[in-house]
């Protein structure tokens, strides 16, 4: 038969555990809040998942950094291309955006957020959802490309 005391200490370790992570969890919330409203951080992309074809498991460090005047996206593309560059090197989706629309949204413990290059021809709109642990998503539409999406992290470098 199990006592009083021996199922305190039973449950005290779980308890425990259980609000170190809720904890955690808060100051997760809190720190991505901070990095979002600031418009300092990094998404760092895991893999890739074309319109057509498998995911992509992305080995070498591909990411999208967002400061307070700039956008810098250094990611690679899978997928159908409806027009060829003329140089070889811009196959990727590699630029650098000084003038952008960025528009924040927090619904459902999440933050989406949209943004629109001006002065980048290739790419229209990429949509990023950030959620409250610092996983995210990115969603890239192109005027030349099929939409390619990423998965991946929020940093803070």
């Given at each position: 038969?199990?006592?009083a005391?021996?199922?305190r200490r039973?449950?005290?370790p779980?308890?425990l555990?259980?609000?170190?992570?809720?904890l955690?969890?808060?100051?997760?919330?809190?720190?991505?809040?901070?990095?979002?409203?600031?418009r300092k951080?990094?998404?760092?992309?895991?893999?890739?998942?074309?319109?057509?074809?498998?995911?992509?498991?992305?080995?070498?460090?591909?990411?999208?950094?967002?400061?307070?005047?700039?956008?810098i996206s250094?990611?690679?593309?899978?997928?159908?291309?409806?027009?060829?560059?003329?140089?070889?090197?811009?196959?990727?989706?590699?630029?650098?955006?000084?003038?952008?629309?960025?528009?924040?949204?927090?619904?459902?413990?999440?933050?989406?957020?949209?943004?629109?290059?001006?002065?980048?021809?290739?790419?229209?709109?990429?949509n990023?959802i950030?959620?409250?642990?610092?996983?995210?998503?990115?969603q890239v539409?192109s005027?030349?490309r099929?939409?390619?999406?990423?998965?991946?992290?929020?940093?803070?470098?």
């Amino acid at each position: 038969m199990i006592t009083a005391i021996s199922l305190r200490r039973l449950l005290l370790p779980v308890l425990l555990i259980s609000s170190f992570t809720n904890l955690e969890a808060q100051s997760d919330t809190a720190v991505v809040r901070q990095q979002v409203e600031a418009r300092k951080y990094t998404f760092i992309a895991q893999n890739a998942m074309p319109m057509r074809g498998r995911t992509v498991q992305l080995t070498s460090l591909y990411d999208l950094k967002i400061t307070g005047d700039s956008v810098i996206s250094a990611l690679p593309y899978y997928g159908r291309a409806y027009s060829a560059p003329v140089n070889p090197s811009e196959n990727g989706l590699n630029f650098t955006s000084v003038s952008f629309d960025y528009q924040v949204k927090y619904r459902k413990k999440r933050w989406e957020v949209s943004i629109k290059p001006k002065d980048v021809q290739r790419v229209s709109e990429m949509n990023l959802i950030i959620y409250s642990n610092g996983r995210a998503s990115l969603q890239v539409t192109s005027n030349d490309r099929q939409p390619i999406s990423f998965n991946g992290v929020l940093s803070s470098k």
